[in-house]
């Protein structure tokens, strides 16, 4: 739910007073989490992010790959150190779609982020392009 609040955070300029959120507890916890992980001293590392996408987001960023096109990535992303642990990550991922998921796994270059709860790196809207696909 706070990961839902982090996005409806960033972009709702309404703020606490609209009917589109869900829990003024939540909004205030995303917020508060976004806040910090912007203001948080940060150092360049390069960083692997992992996700599940369904067809259309895959389709997209394939084309997006031929494209080198611009991706960004709102609210507060959380990676690895390395894409070993970005696969394991895969295993505590739950899934509530209707088709099968893509496993996606992004290697960020020299991404202002900084380390937190053991491997694991924190950053805060990561904008950047897409080379290549595998």
Known sequence: MIKAQVIATEFNLQGLNSQDNIGKDFIIAAGLICATVYKAPK????????????????????????????LLFPGVLIGYENKE??????????????????????????????????????????????????
Do not use: C, W
């Open 43 to 70: 150092e360049k590392n390069d960083v692997y992010f992992a996700g599940l996408v369904e067809d259309d987001a895959y389709a997209a960023l394939k084309e997006m790959a031929i494209g080198q096109k611009p």
């Open 85 to 134: 642990e970005a696969i394991r990550h895969f295993d505590s991922l739950e899934y509530h779609g209707t088709t099968n998921p893509h496993r996606v796994i992004f290697m960020a270059s020299e991404v202002l982020s900084f380390k937190f709860t053991g491997k694991r790196f924190f950053t805060h809207r990561l904008a950047g392009y897409i080379y290549s696909s595998q």
